[in-house]
């Protein structure tokens, strides 16, 4: 499998220019990826604690650390377990964080992790392929026809959910569902009408529950606020409705330690776009801490 996918990160000048590095300071990129982030972070001579569950992210950040070996550290870790990381890396308090929530195009475009529904392969779909959990081919060959009805709706907001659900549990009493193309051709069968691609809200619902996204976000969100200086930044791109929901309700709840930044999510540039479609969906939130 080919780790030589190129990935553009989403709005990197934005989260630089609001994040505003300094000589010296310490910095947690809780999704690492490539690197995008971490390596424009790195320029401003400020140190970079990086993670990522993915473990083809440590090959980038090994060339990082050859780089920079004084001012850079890497964990492939969950970025909800920021207190266990920081406490490894003897670290009290951070000087501001970023997060980017989207795939990144290593895992989209290789069809063996199952991300995407354009790509033939297992219906994988695991951040972490190196680990035990469940794979989006069990959730659904095993789930029951509610449980999926529900995963579909809740995660991925699929309006044909139930029917969906119903079309998989029928098919696969025939012969289990194993691959990619095998659900989207499904899927298409149902969403006749849908104005993107049929399958796009499924594929994130199972992505999501599969590796409890939501789950890790809001846990990070309620134990980050701990390590952070006065005046640090949250800067976080979310790339659908629920996890943006869950970012901006956050920083509302949180008022009295934090001071909205951003009273609009910032969104990409239409030059962005062009040169990145994946970036269309970005929404970058920003708070400070007071």
């Known amino acids: 499998m080919s780790t030589n996918i190129k990935h553009l990160p989403v709005l990197v000048d ?46 980038y950040a090994n060339e990082l650390a050859v780089k920079y070996p004084e001012n850079f550290f890497f964990k492939v870790e969950k970025f909800s377990n920021i207190q266990t990381i920081l406490k490894e890396f003897k670290i009290e ?28 392969g297992p219906l994988d779909m695991r951040m972490n392929n190196q680990n035990n959990e469940i794979t989006a081919q069990k959730i659904i060959n095993e789930f029951s026809e509610k449980q999926l009805s529900e995963i579909f709706y809740y995660y991925g907001e699929e309006k044909n959910s139930r029917k969906i659900a119903k079309s998989i549990v029928l098919e696969r009493r025939k012969k289990e569902i194993k691959t990619t193309l095998e659900l989207s051709s499904l899927i298409k069968k149902i969403n006749v009408y849908s104005h993107k691609n049929p399958s796009t809200r499924v594929f994130q619902a199972l992505r999501i529950f599969v590796n409890d996204e939501l789950n890790e976000l809001e846990i990070f969100l309620k134990t980050c606020l701990s390590f952070l200086n006065k005046n640090s930044r949250i800067i976080i791109v979310a790339f659908h409705s629920l996890e943006d929901r869950i970012v901006k309700n956050f920083f509302k709840k949180n008022i009295n330690y934090l001071k909205i930044i951003t009273k609009k999510p910032i969104t990409p540039s239409h030059q962005e776009i062009k040169k990145n479609p994946r970036s269309r969906s970005a929404k970058m939130r920003v708070a400070e801490i007071i």
């Open 14 to 59: 934005e989260v630089i220019s609001y994040l505003k590095p300094k000589n010296n300071k310490i910095y947690f990129d809780g999704t690492f990826g490539q690197g995008g982030y971490s390596s424009q972070i790195l320029k401003f001579n400020s140190k970079v604690i990086a993670v990522d569950r993915d473990f083809l992210s440590k090959k």
């Open 93 to 120: 308090k951070i000087n501001g964080l970023t997060l980017d929530l989207g795939l990144s195009s290593t895992q989209i475009d290789s069809s063996t992790r199952g991300f995407s529904f354009n790509l033939d």
